[in-house]
């Protein structure tokens, strides 16, 4: 349990297209330890997005070495990938990534579905999940019939009901307007605060503030490093 929860060395992403190369992450070294607070911030196009995508095993690196909780992970199976994504992983999307003919209670069980837990169980976390959220009442709601502020907490109650250890959060609050963009910011402290490691992607400097630590990318390389002095 002493080692990072999220440990990068040399790591590259190069994508070929015709005849071109573009280096969207370029030798990125960095630890996370468990229970930590981070953002990644920088410019359109500095390959936050890709390297948040790298850490979620929703991508591979052309070279490098990745170690999830102690493991590494580059030798690991399609299907070995998706388990881990699953079980240890939770993802939070600027477009919600709600499915549109299931309902509130529905989208959050989902992911469940793909593990061998019984179905009271399920239904136990799902509750639990949207409650955290404060949407427990809308359950049985389709996502249509939400504001754009409820659909993002149900997608974080999706992120959170299987209980990971590692929540991303890629530009969680760009679709919204700044009240709910603030009140899902307060969903993510007071999961920080519970103990999960949390790692966003953000363009606004205030909610980077809010973060622990910031890792600063541009053109796909770690310029910087700031640590925030924060409040419990």
């Given at each position: 349990?002493?080692?990072?929860?999220?440990?990068?060395?040399a790591?590259?992403?190069?994508?070929?297209?015709?005849?071109?190369?573009?280096?969207?992450?370029?030798?990125v070294?960095?630890?996370?330890?468990?229970?930590?607070?981070?953002?990644?911030?920088?410019?359109?196009?500095?390959?936050?997005?890709?390297?948040?995508?790298?850490?979620?095993?929703?991508?591979?690196?052309?070279?490098?070495?990745?170690?999830?909780?102690?493991?590494?992970?580059?030798?690991?199976?399609?299907a070995?990938?998706?388990?881990?994504?699953?079980?240890?992983?939770?993802?939070?999307?600027?477009?919600?990534?709600?499915?549109?003919?299931?309902?509130?209670?529905?989208?959050?069980?989902?992911?469940?579905?793909?593990?061998?837990?019984?179905?009271?169980?399920?239904?136990?976390?799902?509750?639990?999940?949207?409650?955290?959220?404060?949407?427990?009442?809308?359950?049985?709601?389709?996502?249509?019939?939400?504001?754009?502020?409820?659909?993002?907490?149900?997608?974080?109650?999706?992120?959170?009901?299987?209980?990971?250890?590692?929540?991303?959060?890629?530009?969680?609050?760009g679709?919204?307007?700044?009240?709910?963009?603030?009140?899902?910011?307060?969903?993510l402290?007071?999961?920080?605060?519970?103990?999960?490691?949390?790692?966003?992607?953000?363009?606004?400097?205030?909610?980077?503030?809010?973060a622990?630590r910031?890792?600063?990318?541009?053109?796909?390389?770690?310029?910087?490093?700031?640590?925030?002095?924060?409040?419990?």
């Amino acid at each position: 349990m002493n080692s990072p929860l999220i440990h990068l060395e040399a790591i590259r992403k190069v994508f070929h297209t015709d005849e071109l190369e573009t280096h969207a992450v370029a030798d990125v070294h960095f630890e996370i330890p468990r229970g930590q607070y981070v953002c990644i911030a920088g410019p359109s196009g500095s390959g936050k997005t890709t390297l948040l995508s790298l850490i979620g095993l929703l991508d591979t690196p052309t070279s490098g070495t990745y170690a999830l909780a102690g493991r590494p992970v580059s030798n690991l199976s399609a299907a070995e990938r998706a388990r881990v994504r699953n079980e240890q992983i939770g993802f939070v999307f600027q477009s919600f990534n709600l499915i549109g003919d299931l309902t509130v209670a529905e989208n959050v069980e989902l992911p469940l579905t793909y593990r061998a837990m019984a179905a009271a169980e399920r239904r136990r976390r799902v509750e639990a999940a949207l409650g955290r959220v404060g949407m427990a009442h809308r359950q049985r709601h389709l996502p249509a019939q939400l504001s754009g502020g409820q659909q993002q907490r149900v997608a974080v109650a999706r992120a959170v009901a299987g209980e990971p250890p590692l929540l991303l959060a890629d530009e969680p609050t760009g679709n919204l307007d700044s009240k709910n963009g603030d009140a899902v910011m307060a969903l993510l402290h007071d999961l920080h605060r519970a103990g999960t490691t949390i790692v966003m992607v953000t363009h606004n400097p205030e909610y980077a503030r809010q973060a622990q630590r910031t890792i600063h990318l541009f053109d796909g390389r770690v310029v910087e490093e700031d640590v925030h002095a924060r409040t419990a």
